[in-house]
């Protein structure tokens, strides 16, 4: 697993968005997020009466920090409605969701397959591990991104939090959820392995999709999406 998360062969949509982006793709950028981000947290959730052992107290020790600690303010889907509210945007759920491109649907859509069938308990659990241990460094290179364009607290507060939260949360979910998981049930160790390159996978188109419009001067979404300022 963390020879999968060293890979950084894909696409940066990241360092784009840290070096190039414009507001409008910023804006953009954010719309296509929220699908998952404004329910952070809640389809990985699911696999915690689906564990045992090690594993299950990785993922509540995970979960609890996603959750903010139980600080509604902390929660890091209230953090990312701080950011879309900062940008001008809708942050109520699926506001954008008839504009987002099929492939970030997909993206929400695997990890809510994982994480409701216990058979697939493996998988969920890989795919939270590559979602936490390759989540820091672009989470850095975003903040800086909207710093550039001229936003601070609290619109930079999510990239922040996962700063520093996710160098935490890339042990934890490498060493002991995953570990723990494929050492108390080691035939499921090419789920967990399933579950990681999965969410790279659809990371990577998802990631070729925004590239491709951004730089051809298009928006990445079927529609440019109105803006509530």
């Known amino acids: 697993l963390f020879a999968l998360a060293a890979d950084d062969s894909g696409p940066s949509v990241s360092r784009y968005v840290a070096r190039n982006a414009t507001k409008e793709q910023a804006r953009e950028f954010l719309i296509l997020k929220s699908m998952y981000q404004l329910k952070e947290a809640d389809p990985h959730t699911w696999a915690i009466p689906k564990l045992d052992g090690r594993a299950k107290a990785a993922m509540v020790e995970i979960q609890a920090d996603e959750y903010g600690g139980g600080s509604l303010p902390k929660m890091h889907s209230e953090l990312y409605r701080a950011t879309m509210r900062g940008l001008g945007l809708d942050d109520s759920f699926g506001a954008y969701v008839d504009k987002v491109p099929a492939i970030f649907l997909a993206s929400v859509n695997l990890i809510s397959l994982f994480g409701m069938h216990r058979r697939l308990r493996g998988a969920i659990t890989g795919h939270l591990a590559i979602y936490e241990m390759t989540s ?94």
């Open 136 to 229: 820091s460094i672009p989470n850095a290179a975003y903040a800086r991104g909207f710093r550039r364009l001229g936003f601070e607290s609290p619109v930079t507060d999510y990239f922040d939090e996962h700063v520093e939260a996710d160098a935490v949360h890339e042990q934890i979910a490498g060493r002991d959820l995953a570990g723990g998981l494929v050492e108390a049930e080691p035939q499921l160790m090419a789920d967990v392995f399933f579950g990681a390159q999965a969410a790279a996978a659809v990371d990577v188109l998802a990631g070729k999709w925004q590239l491709n419009a951004w730089q051809n001067g298009i928006s990445a979404l079927y529609e440019a999406a109105e803006v509530n300022a």
